[in-house]
């Protein structure tokens, strides 16, 4: 979608701030938010992609002026409202008021924590080879879908170079709408600035963006 | 970004509403049998205490020392780094990518705020904020003065925008005036920044 969480590109946000010495959390909730998204996503099915969307489908307003936590927060509970795992009469009760649907896996419990504290693995065999090779030119697709993508607005309908093929990836676009992983083939695509962003910009800047197949042409 | 403050006659700042929202949520979550708060505690745990910017220090210090699994660390990250029994286990797809005297590598996620927790810990707000994740991509110059860092003019930046699921680690040059140092005394002055692209490791200054 596109959505202000896709700033890449964007003027007006000013200098970047550096808090010296951070804390991993400023406030004692944020841990539990944290904490609580990793364990409805390795339990609950509300996995990454579905995560993402729910963030950059909070309304434009609410989505820059809360901080990253408070995005979590917002969108783990608009996700648990939408799938009936609470419900809003509960939410301003601030207790369980019925039971729910089990969660897929079950409780997220001591057993749980080992397994969600490393990455998992988003690779997948695939049906078919690239369609591309290191050194081939392409160009992105111009699309503009409703749900979710990660091809950011400032790389689309633009040409680069396959750099790197990163293996065959679950595809986030059909993911994120559970409608399954459709796996396909993630390419480095790299681009020129100065084709991302015109003739005045720093001629030595390069940049790349991370490609499922789909979002690519060959030029 | 904005201070946004509810005028509300009781004395609830924003922060502790959303306080109460949350501790609301993990009371419903909990009275539920979906989560066991002691699990999240433990979860919490980890990340105040474990897994910080010190497990990508060490990464970086072995290969500036150690040709062998410096050129294993940039053909396949997760693979390398699995070897070495002292780091914390990595997930699959990291990429190191290698800053040389022409190169400049730097690490942003334009779309939301992807980052290499098991290496560098929870990413720090300014990642997370927008003025980072904006301007990287268009104008990683000016991003490198807000953090005090200037290259040579004809240095070739290269910005990875972390779009999937690959995780990006720079690899920083190892500074002048280190020789002979130990692999120990190199993880010390290796920081979070010069590990995203937005510093470069200096020897008079050690990582907290």
């Known amino acids: ?219 | 970004m904005s201070d946004h403050h509810h005028h509300d006659d009781d004395d609830h700042s924003e922060l502790s509403e959303t306080q109460l929202r949350v501790r609301a949520l993990e009371t419903i979550l909990t009275e539920k049998g979906y989560v066991e708060p002691a699990a999240l505690d433990a979860i919490v745990e980890a990340y105040e205490t474990r897994i910080g910017p010190r497990n990508g220090a060490r990464v970086v210090a072995k290969a500036w020392t150690d040709p062998a699994f410096k050129k294993a660390l940039l053909e396949d990250a997760s693979k390398a780094i699995a070897t070495l029994g002292h780091v914390s286990r990595v997930g699959d797809h990291l990429i190191a990518v290698e800053n040389t005297p022409k190169t400049h590598n730097m690490i942003v996620c334009t779309l939301c705020s992807c980052y290499p927790w098991e290496m560098l810990g929870l990413p720090p707000v300014w990642y997370k904020a927008a003025p980072y994740r904006s301007r990287a991509v268009k104008d990683p110059r000016g991003v490198l003065s807000d953090f005090g860092v200037t290259l040579a003019k004809d240095t070739e930046i290269r910005v990875w925008d972390s779009t999937a699921e690959t995780r990006f680690l720079v690899l920083p040059m190892r500074p002048a005036g280190t020789e002979g140092w130990s692999e120990e005394q190199l993880a010390e002055i290796v920081t979070r920044d010069s590990m995203i692209g937005t510093g470069l490791p200096d020897p008079a200054v050690k990582m907290k």
């Open chain 1, 1 to 219: 979608m596109n959505g202000v969480h896709d700033m890449g590109g964007m003027d007006g946000f000013g200098k970047v701030e550096v808090e010296q010495n951070e804390p991993p959390f400023h406030e004692k909730w944020e841990g539990r938010v944290m904490a609580m998204v990793r364990a409805m996503g390795a339990n609950g099915g509300i996995n990454i992609d579905m995560q993402r969307f729910s963030r950059e489908s909070l309304p434009p307003v609410v989505y820059l002026e809360s901080s990253y936590y408070k995005k979590w927060f917002l969108a783990l509970r608009q996700s648990m409202l939408e799938r009936g795992m609470v419900g809003k009469d509960e939410i301003e009760a601030a207790r369980s008021l019925r039971q729910s649907p089990p969660l897929k896996r079950g409780k997220f419990s001591m057993s749980d924590v080992q397994r969600v504290m490393t990455r998992g693995s988003f690779r997948r065999d695939p049906s078919a080879p690239p369609a591309f090779a290191l050194g081939d030119r392409v160009r992105t697709k111009n699309i503009n879908p409703v749900t979710h993508t990660r091809l950011p607005r400032y790389a689309r309908g633009h040409t680069g170079t396959i750099e790197r093929i990163n293996g065959c990836h679950v595809f986030p676009d059909t993911s994120a709408r559970g409608e399954g992983e459709h796996p396909q083939w993630l390419y480095t695509v790299v681009f020129s600035g100065r084709d991302l962003w015109g003739d005045d910009a720093d001629p030595t800047l390069k940049v790349s963006i991370e490609a499922f197949e789909p979002y690519l042409e060959k030029k």
